[in-house]
């Protein structure tokens, strides 16, 4: 079965950077048709998305994430990266690695697979 695994949380200062990565396996298709994303969930908050790549390599970014984090793939190794700088404290969450096959619709993050996710605090 599909397994997504997190990995480069932490606790950091505000402004600080931090970069996670996901490892991808047990899927069915090639790891470069499937749309990857990155999701939060904020303790006592809802999940929510913060940025995906589609299959073509397009971005998508929530506003909160613009300018700050930037979402990049490795088709080759299987992997997702999340590069996060100027880190604030509303950045404190669990973050999870997501995947779906096929193209995504620009900011649906709505994805059928997730990680457990590794955790991000951000000390003001």
């Known amino acids: 079965q599909v397994q997504l695994v997190e990995s480069g949380g932490g606790s950091v200062q505000a402004g600080g950077s931090l970069t996670l990565s996901c490892s991808a396996s047990?899927?069915?298709?090639?790891?470069?048709?499937?749309?990857m994303g990155w999701l939060r969930q904020a303790p006592g908050e809802g999940r929510e998305g913060v940025a995906l790549?589609?299959?073509?390599?397009?971005?998508n970014y929530v506003d909160s994430a613009k300018g700050r984090f930037t979402i990049s793939r490795n088709n080759a190794a299987n992997s997702l990266t999340l590069q996060m700088r100027y880190l604030r404290p509303d950045d404190t969450a669990t973050y999870h690695c997501?995947?779906?096959?096929?193209?995504?619709?620009?900011?649906?993050?709505?994805?059928?697979?997730r990680g457990q996710g590794t955790q991000v605090t951000v000390a003001s």
């Open positions: 997501a995947m779906g096959l096929g193209r995504c619709e620009p900011n649906n993050f709505v994805f059928p697979y």
């Open positions: 047990g899927f069915r298709h090639k790891y470069s048709n499937y749309c």
């Open positions: 790549i589609n299959v073509d390599g397009s971005t």
